[in-house]
């Protein structure tokens, strides 16, 4: 069974306007999004800004409000739940922020950083709860005694691990990820990847990783879902995703990262301009009377593309 | 390949001050940039190369900012014209392009105004006839409908298209020398091939040089001819594209190669470099900087106020330290060397 | 634009009722009325007649009656009458109104001539000794109140050197009409005006410098540099305009508070405005008055709002109503 499943998720904001600013129209941010994550896995949710996916997420973890569709985690659905009936679910499913910068509250020591949660759901002794958090900061290679510092006196990466140590605390079994390396170097980006794996072997963590750098997203990912206008437009592992691409914003999308042999230069801007020609001819007929993408439709047991 | 030099930087430091004290985050470096040629610049975070392309046009603060050394620009030194003459280049002879461009352009001022203003203090031409050039260099940064974008305020354009007319501010004048600090790292992916393949297309046309600061190896791949590795203030190591990525020599071009996902595919870890970047004040100058970062290679294996060396012709590496590296966990297999080559 | 004005507009008028609810019940449940005090330990008078005079002013009916009256006549342009100065809230306003009128003008002028440039001024040449100096005088027109301050000035000027009169809005005995009426005028402006503008820049000025400082390192200026802007032009085109936007948002509420009256100034320098007429009537517990100008401040404050928007997206192309 699967860990997280999304059917049909649904994300849309009122446009309000004329005199009495009455609903006009919709923003469909997320139309129809189905997803399975099976656990110990990661899913990589991959698009460009204003796609969805950051939406998608968000909606997941409560901070959207979700519009139509469910969202069923271990057989349950977190949409039909009062608000406090879905707390002991919440524990379950943590975020991880972009911006290790502005995501920590910079008044806030550590200790208190990474105890939030913990508070929130459980009660514990002064002592065991410095207890737990120091145990928490080992395992994600920080120093116990960084407990009591604050969040500027880190380097990116370091303050990126706090994060997670943050998400760790309630002992999740999904983690949503939203472009959790896109603001560090190449290198301490190297690190939080790496780490993110350990833990994920570790505690048997599922991740749903959301990301526009399709490199990182090779890397990461098991299951890669492509979202273009709010919805998906291909589905499939690793392999079918880079492989053999079927839809052309797919195939646009992977064939725009840059190459990094330069002896493949001009080949690979050759085949981008190709693709640009029947990205512009062809993506009309992908596309509904609303110019969104048309439903999944599955190629291979793995493998789902919205062709018509 | 045509090597007529644009701009010589020698012997380039650039301090900036903290507490009363200078400290260079740009160290003694000396560097030509050819006409016709896209010379990158990458590093990561802190290792100068922002700091370098601001200085190229005296673009700092000039309250905390030190800039010693020469750069020579047609036959003459941007070092030593007075802020009225270094006006006179800005803008003409060497054009900019920022890495936000959101925030790069004046949210209060229309499209038009801001590419105008180029034109106001370098050409002579009417009124009329700057209009009719600035649709041209709309046109030429494939913006199609120019006469609507002319009078729209940044905010009303998506992230590609003000990124176009920031690069049509940049070439309003026709520069010699285009300096681009990270021009597509705040775009999507999509956007910045078509960003990168426009620049490639107004150099054909312009035989313009170009600095490009990147971050970005792939962008690299896909754009430089030469590029220049930087870490901690201080070139590490200069050669043609083709060198730097099949032969790379440096420790660090190695590492920070290695710690590329896609690098080498198929592979659970990704290779970390060891340690942290230096801050400004703590950078060890007068040995091989990276050294610290490379704990596991002897001591003795690194020069005594480490100089570049010419390697093979045209490429430059700093240290000995080239000459002794392997990576830590080599002996398990793990770490292949030449990126293109492991493809 | 006009819908987003008209809509506002309409708003308004909920929430002016709101107001008037509030102010009415608020003035009626402070203790004594406008027979109180004074009239009431006057022996002369007896408790008879003052129950006479409460019951023909209507103040024993309940309360709702009382409002329901005021609101009637409000709506007719009839504020009631000042029970201490037995003559229309609406005459009586109406005089005070041009003195307030004057002085509301002469000091937001002011602020805004020393304000502006001594703002800019201050973030362009950061940490050198003429910024230091005006900060400094921010930091001194901060800390001192504004009485304490308006008083010293009247002391000074007004009674140890004798240069300006100390009060009242013009000479007894000056004809109307003339232009020795106009100078006069002027002349009883300027110690009222001058004291309130040098108090009230102290916010600009800061507010100013800050944006000045935050604006100068921005993007947008970095790029004017490197067209080769020179730099009188980068902060007359760039960083100026940008700077004044958020000062634009308050020119609204000034605008409008211009009409409110200047309850400190007014009454120290005598002068007489809506602000020395609030304070009286407080004092006086002249009812009709004090709610006639709460209405009056709550309707401007309403304005004000609504101007700010307006001025706002005037000037910012970001903001558009619609």
């Given amino acids: ?308 | 390949m045509n090597t007529e030099p644009v701009l010589q930087i020698k012997d380039l430091t650039v301090s900036f001050r903290i507490k009363d004290e200078y400290y260079p985050a740009v160290d003694q470096l000396d560097l030509t940039i050819n006409k016709n040629e896209v010379l990158a610049i990458v590093g990561e975070s802190g290792c100068g190369k922002s700091a370098l392309a601001l200085s190229l046009t005296r673009l700092h603060d000039t309250k905390n900012t030190r800039i010693d050394g020469g750069l020579i620009f047609k036959g003459q030194d941007l070092n030593k014209l007075s802020p009225g003459q270094m006006n006179k280049i800005r803008g003409s002879e060497i054009g900019m392009i920022f890495q936000d461009p959101l925030t790069a352009l004046n949210p209060l001022m229309t499209i038009g105004r801001q590419i105008e203003e180029n034109l106001d203090y370098h050409t002579t031409l009417s009124k009329k006839e700057k209009t009719k050039r600035i649709y041209e260099l709309l046109e030429h940064v494939n913006i199609t409908n120019p006469e609507r974008v002319y009078n729209q305020y940044p905010h009303e354009l998506s992230g590609g298209m003000r990124q176009r007319v920031m690069i049509a501010i940049a070439i309003a004048c026709r520069p010699s020398l285009i300096i681009a600090d990270e021009p597509t790292t705040a775009l999507d992916v999509t956007i910045q091939s078509q960003i990168l393949d426009l620049l490639k297309q107004l150099q054909a046309e312009t035989e313009a040089g170009i600095v490009l600061i990147t971050h970005d190896l792939g962008v690299v791949a896909e754009m430089a001819d030469r590029v220049v590795v930087m870490y901690a203030g201080e070139v590490v190591e200069v050669a043609s594209v083709m060198d730097l990525f099949n032969n790379p020599m440096h420790p660090y071009t190695r590492s920070l190669l290695a710690s590329m996902p896609g690098a080498n595919a198929g592979q659970d870890q990704l290779h970390v470099i060891h340690g942290r970047v230096p801050s400004l004040q703590n950078i060890p100058r007068g040995s091989c900087r990276f050294s610290e970062r490379i704990p596991w290679i002897p001591q003795t294996a690194h020069a005594q106020n480490p100089q570049l060396d010419e390697v093979s012709p045209g490429h430059w590496v700093r240290c000995s330290c080239y000459q002794h590296f392997h990576f830590e966990d080599e002996g398990k297999g793990l770490v292949m060397d030449g990126v293109a080559g492991a493809k | 634009m006009w819908k987003f004005t008209l809509r506002r507009i309409l708003i308004m008028i909920p929430q002016l009722f709101v107001l008037s609810v509030l102010i009415f019940f608020v003035a009626k449940a402070m203790p004594g009325d406008a027979l109180s005090g004074a009239i009431e330990a006057n022996p002369k008078v007896s408790a008879q007649v003052l129950e006479e005079q409460r019951e023909k002013l209507g103040l024993n009916d309940p309360a709702w009656v009382q409002y329901g009256r005021w609101l009637g006549n409000l709506f007719q342009g009839d504020l009631g009458k000042s029970y201490v100065h037995k003559v229309g809230v609406t005459d009586l306003i109406g005089s005070r109104l041009a003195n307030t009128f004057y002085l509301g003008v002469a000091i937001l002028i002011l602020t805004y001539v020393i304000s502006i440039p001594l703002g800019i001024l201050s973030g362009r040449y950061q940490n050198t000794l003429l910024d230091k100096t005006i900060t400094g005088y921010t930091y001194l027109s901060f800390a001192t109140p504004i009485f304490i301050f308006s008083l010293l000035v009247l002391f000074v000027f007004g009674f140890r050197l004798g240069w300006f009169p100390t009060s009242g809005s013009v000479d007894v005995g000056v004809q109307p009409g003339t232009w020795a009426y106009v100078v006069n005028k002027f002349y009883h402006l300027i110690l009222p005006a001058c004291a309130g503008a040098l108090v009230s820049t102290t916010a600009t000025i800061q507010y100013l410098r800050n944006e000045v400082i935050d604006t100068r390192l921005k993007d947008f200026v970095k790029t004017a540099r490197s067209k080769g802007v020179p730099e009188s032009k980068v902060y007359s085109r760039h960083i100026l305009r940008n700077s004044l936007l958020p000062i634009a948002a308050f020119l609204g509420y000034d605008l409008t508070a211009v009409l409110a009256g200047n309850l400190f100034i007014e009454s120290i320098f005598g002068y007489p405005g809506l602000g020395q007429l609030f304070l009286q009537s407080i004092t006086q517990r002249d009812f009709s008055v004090v709610t006639a100008l709460v209405m009056l401040s709550g309707l401007l404050a309403l304005i004000g709002t609504l101007l700010s928007d307006l001025i706002l997206s005037w000037v910012d192309p970001r903001i558009r109503m619609g």
């Fill in chain 1, 1 to 308: 069974m699967a860990l997280l499943e999304l059917n049909n998720l649904k994300v849309h904001y009122p446009i309000r306007g004329g005199f009495f600013q009455r609903v006009v129209d919709h923003v469909k941010a997320v139309d129809g999004v189905s997803i399975q994550i099976e656990p110990g896995t990661t899913y990589g949710l991959v698009g460009e800004s204003g796609c969805g996916k950051t939406t998608t997420g968000r909606a997941i973890i409560g901070l959207n409000k979700i519009t139509d569709g469910t969202v069923t985690f271990e057989g349950q659905d977190l949409t039909r739940m009062a608000h406090k009936n879905q707390h002991p679910l919440r524990r379950d499913i943590q975020m991880i922020f972009q911006d290790p910068y502005s995501s920590l509250n910079g008044r806030k020591r550590v200790m208190d950083i990474i105890a939030e949660p913990l508070r929130n759901f459980e009660k514990l002794s002064p002592d065991e709860e410095r207890r737990r958090v120091q145990n928490l900061l080992d395992r994600v290679g920080l120093n116990p005694e960084a407990a009591f510092k604050y969040p500027h006196e880190f380097s990116g990466g370091q303050r990126q691990r706090i994060g997670i140590a943050r998400a760790l605390t309630l002992n999740p079994k999904l983690i949503i990820a939203d472009e959790p390396v896109s603001a560090l170097d190449v290198s301490v980006q190297a690190q939080v990847l790496n780490f993110m794996k350990e833990i994920q072997k570790e505690f048997n963590l599922t991740y749903l990783f959301i990301s526009h750098d399709l490199g990182i997203v090779r890397h990461m990912c098991d299951e890669i879902g492509i979202m273009y206008r709010g919805r998906l437009v291909e589905q499939g592992n690793t392999d079918d995703i880079y492989e053999n691409p079927q839809h052309i914003y797919t195939k646009r999308l992977i064939t725009a990262i840059p190459n990094i042999d330069p002896a493949q230069r001009q080949e690979s801007a050759r085949t981008r301009q190709q693709i640009m020609v029947s990205y512009q001819q062809d993506l009309k007929e992908l596309m509904d009377a609303e110019g969104k993408p048309l439903a999944l439709k599955t190629i291979s047991p793995s493998h789902q593309v919205a062709l018509p």
